[in-house]
């Protein structure tokens, strides 16, 4: 069993940053990877960013330059830099966590585990 636990959300203006957290609990110790996902209203989830826990990044085309992922592998826990925030980056914003070995980590399904989100508000 793997809880994962998202903070950080938050109301921030357009061009402003914020880091999200995820820290993750119980049996992590067989997991690959750990994500970001986003899902706006009326909207599907979409990708936003991975790391592996050996290292080893990817990212959204569109928050490349703009997000960084990072994690602290002795807390268990994964961060989200989110810098130059736009409007159309607010979505409830999910942490996921992976138990296999994929080539790619940019699709949901192949997470096993999931937060329960935070919101992110961008206003303009």
């Known amino acids: 069993q793997v809880q994962l636990v998202e903070s950080g959300g938050g109301l921030v203006q357009a061009g402003g940053s914020l880091r999200l957290s995820c820290a993750a609990s119980g049996r992590t110790f067989s997991s690959y990877a750990m994500g970001w996902f986003r899902q706006a209203p009326g909207k599907e989830r979409e990708f936003v960013a991975t790391?592996?826990?050996?290292?080893?990044?990817n990212y959204a085309d569109s928050v490349k330059g703009r997000f960084t992922i990072s994690s602290d592998n002795a807390k268990n826990t994964v961060y989200l830099q989110m810098n130059s925030l736009k409007p159309e980056d607010a979505a409830f914003y999910y942490c996921?966590?992976?138990?296999?070995?994929?080539?790619?980590?940019?699709?949901?399904?192949?997470?096993?585990?999931w937060g329960q989100g935070t919101q992110v508000t961008v206003s303009s």
């Open positions: 790391i592996k826990w050996s290292g080893g990044t």
């Open positions: 996921a966590l992976s138990r296999f070995y994929y080539n790619s980590y940019a699709y949901a399904h192949r997470y096993d585990s």
